[in-house]
């Protein structure tokens, strides 16, 4: 399932002003597709957040281990909408994996500047720790010019 198959062009009745859920997306898909498991429809909605065709006020981390039970809780939305008057439900809090020390959500540069700064005093105060980043970058207005993509994918992991 492709992340175009969840917009409103193609999915029309899911709709209403420009926003959206899971769960009417997922019901919407699967009178048509009765078989449609939920996990697709969840990576379909990733998948237009992540190319900005929609937004999540609760951010694409929010929903990665949400269960079809809470389908409901994933507000979606056109870029230019609010939540057409409704308030965005809170939805469960994601349990952090196993040996996640801290989550930062919506991290600025400045944030990221002092992570950095602070990190010889992290690998001097814990030697034996072998500290591993979990990071993606996106864009939330305007887009990134294609030579300052090609700096991002230049660096090697």
């Not at 062009?9 to 769960?23: I, N, P, Q």
């Not at 600025?108 to 010889?120: N, Q, Y």
């Not at 010019?145 to 991002?152: I, V």
Request: with cysteine.
């Amino acid at each position: 399932m492709s992340w175009a198959d969840i917009l409103p062009d193609v999915l029309a009745d899911a709709w209403e002003d420009g926003v959206t859920d899971g769960a009417r997306i997922w019901n919407t898909v699967r009178t048509s597709e009765p078989n449609t498991p939920w996990p697709h429809v969840r990576t379909a909605i990733n998948g237009a957040a992540m190319a900005n065709k929609v937004k999540l006020p609760g951010g694409t981390f929010y929903f990665e281990g949400i269960g079809s039970s809470d389908a409901g809780t994933i507000v979606v939305e056109l870029p230019d909408q609010k939540t057409g008057g409704r308030p965005a439900p809170p939805g469960p809090v994601p349990t952090p994996p196993v040996g996640v020390v801290k989550q930062y959500r919506g991290l600025s540069i400045a944030t990221l500047t002092d992570i950095i700064e602070i990190l010889p005093e992290l690998i001097s105060d814990s030697p034996d720790a072998e500290i591993v980043f979990d990071l993606s970058i996106r864009c939330t207005e305007g887009r990134l010019t294609d030579e300052s993509k090609s700096k991002l994918e230049d660096i090697d992991d």
